[in-house]
């Protein structure tokens, strides 16, 4: 079983930046990929980014690419979301995701994704306004 916990989620103005962790606890070797979601207030949860560990790909939404840089600190079991140039569309609540599939399960829509996200973080909630 793994467990997943974030943390660093806050109130932002736009162009600000914050830092999503994600700490994984149980056994390592239930997922192969972790991945980044959100939820904004009143949509559908749409994922964020993707991280292989097999081969260390990282996989970016276009509505984030060139903003947001997720990587993993592996002796520390915790993985991160860097969010840089944040904009007010990004108020969100972020999750993080372990699955044992590869990272197109951060692609489907809603309704599909727990077909495939073996493990939900309970969520942060970041806040971008002025």
């Known amino acids: 079983q793994v467990h997943l916990v974030e943390s660093g989620g806050g109130l932002v103005q736009p162009g600000g930046s914050l830092r999503l962790s994600c700490a994984a606890s149980?056994?390592?070797?239930?997922?192969?990929?972790l991945g980044w979601f959100r939820q904004a207030p009143g949509k559908e949860r749409e994922g964020v980014s993707c991280?292989?560990?097999?081969?260390?790909?990282?996989y970016y939404a276009d509505s984030v690419k060139g903003r947001f840089t997720m990587s993993r600190d592996n002796a520390n079991n915790t993985v991160y979301l860097q969010m840089n140039n944040l904009k007010p569309e990004d108020t969100a609540v972020y999750y993080c995701?372990?699955?044992?599939?590869?990272?197109?399960?951060?692609?489907?829509?809603?309704?599909?994704?727990?077909?495939?996200?073996?493990?939900w973080g309970r969520g942060a909630q970041a806040t971008v306004s002025s």
């Open positions: 991280f292989s560990m097999h081969d260390g790909t990282t």
């Open positions: 995701a372990a699955s044992r599939w590869d990272c197109g399960f951060y692609t489907v829509v809603e309704t599909v994704q727990n077909t495939y996200v073996d493990y």
């Open positions: 149980g056994s390592t070797l239930d997922y192969d990929t």
